[in-house]
């Protein structure tokens, strides 16, 4: 059911904390219940179920945490479609099979988002391992500042402001295009630098976040010196992989970069550094 107020956000964390990094999901969720955030819905168990999908009808937006096997690290951040191929694994629903049954039952389906949690020993034991833990961390982070982006767009509307991400990684761009989604941006994307040219040209973002290693290893440099022939004179924003390195091999100021963000990249810095490039 719609809600015409503040945002309704409940965090499911599901998971077994019995097998080690299996319970990084309801970890976070006790870790958010410590901050007592007002308006905030919290709940942990075992695995997801049918009965869920009441929780999901009373809430505007979800983010389901749960521990990843494998994938990209810290955490991988996904938009969540309804899906009514149900399928059981181990007598758990998936998150999908989730947000269907709540769409057929309530005629109501939140903004879902998954946060996959790198985990890494599932064995029959209690705590996480101290990469888990690290990861837990940052992606506790992660939860808090869309809590707190939701609630403030809620509050100041839409920034109206255009950022183009150019990123050959699908899941990069995946994660990158919901946070800046969610404080208010509207963004495009492109995976390769030819794409991200032309997309450019066709948009006209206000910022371009631009991946270093592309098809090449110095295609980032090369679509920026592009962009600033062409014209282009809004910030373009460097993302790299490869740490120190590029501060030797890459001269921003000669490039015009507004700067340069290594990955995994920290998303809170991200949105406090374009919303103060572009006046917001």
Same mark, same amino acid.
């Given at each position: 059911? &719609?809600?015409?107020?503040?945002?309704?956000?409940?965090?499911?964390?599901?998971?077994?904390?019995?097998?080690?990094?299996?319970?990084?999901?309801?970890?976070?969720?006790?870790?958010?219940?410590?901050?007592?955030?007002?308006?905030?819905?919290?709940?942990?168990?075992?695995?997801?179920?049918?009965?869920?999908?009441?929780?999901?009808?009373?809430?505007?937006?979800?983010?389901?945490?749960?521990?990843?096997?494998?994938?990209?690290?810290?955490?991988?951040?996904?938009?969540?479609?309804?899906?009514?191929?149900?399928?059981?694994?181990?007598?758990?629903?998936?998150?999908?099979?989730?947000?269907?049954?709540?769409?057929?039952?309530?005629?109501?389906?939140?903004?879902?988002?998954?946060?996959?949690?790198?985990?890494?020993?599932?064995?029959?034991?209690?705590?996480?391992? !101290? =990469?888990?833990?690290?990861?837990?961390?940052?992606?506790?982070?992660?939860?808090?500042?869309?809590?707190?982006?939701?609630?403030?767009?809620?509050?100041?509307? !839409?920034?109206?402001?255009?950022?183009?991400?150019?990123?050959?990684?699908?899941?990069?761009?995946?994660?990158?295009?919901?946070?800046? !989604? @969610?404080?208010?941006?509207?963004?495009? !994307?492109? @995976?390769?630098?030819?794409?991200?040219?032309?997309? &450019?040209?066709?948009?006209?973002?206000?910022?371009?976040?631009?991946?270093?290693?592309?098809?090449?290893?110095?295609?980032?440099?090369?679509?920026?010196?592009?962009?600033?022939?062409?014209?282009?004179?809004?910030?373009?924003?460097?993302?790299? @992989?490869?740490?120190?390195?590029?501060?030797?091999?890459?001269?921003?100021?000669?490039?015009?970069?507004?700067?340069?963000?290594?990955?995994?990249?920290?998303?809170?810095?991200?949105?406090?550094?374009? =919303?103060?490039?572009?006046?917001?």
């Amino acid at each position: 059911m &719609a809600n015409q107020g503040p945002p309704r956000i409940l965090i499911l964390g599901y998971g077994n904390p019995g097998r080690e990094d299996d319970g990084l999901g309801p970890e976070i969720v006790e870790e958010l219940e410590k901050l007592q955030l007002p308006g905030l819905t919290l709940d942990a168990d075992y695995q997801l179920s049918i009965e869920h999908a009441a929780d999901l009808e009373q809430a505007d937006k979800v983010i389901f945490v749960d521990a990843a096997v494998n994938g990209p690290e810290p955490f991988q951040l996904k938009r969540l479609e309804a899906s009514r191929s149900i399928e059981f694994t181990s007598h758990a629903l998936g998150p999908e099979s989730v947000l269907a049954i709540c769409e057929d039952t309530y005629q109501w389906r939140p903004e879902a988002l998954l946060v996959g949690v790198r985990g890494y020993s599932f064995e029959f034991a209690e705590g996480l391992t !101290e =990469k888990a833990q690290q990861n837990r961390g940052k992606a506790l982070e992660l939860i808090k500042l869309l809590i707190d982006q939701w609630r403030g767009k809620n509050m100041a509307g !839409e920034t109206e402001k255009t950022i183009l991400i150019i990123d050959d990684d699908p899941d990069i761009r995946k994660a990158t295009r919901i946070v800046l !989604e @969610s404080a208010g941006f509207i963004v495009g !994307e492109a @995976s390769t630098g030819e794409e991200g040219l032309k997309t &450019a040209q066709k948009i006209e973002p206000d910022a371009i976040l631009l991946d270093l290693m592309m098809e090449t290893v110095d295609a980032g440099s090369k679509v920026s010196t592009q962009l600033k022939e062409g014209g282009f004179t809004s910030p373009i924003f460097l993302l790299s @992989s490869v740490g120190d390195a590029v501060r030797y091999n890459i001269d921003a100021q000669e490039l015009g970069l507004a700067g340069i963000f290594q990955k995994p990249i920290d998303h809170k810095t991200l949105l406090s550094t374009l =919303k103060a490039e572009l006046g917001l």
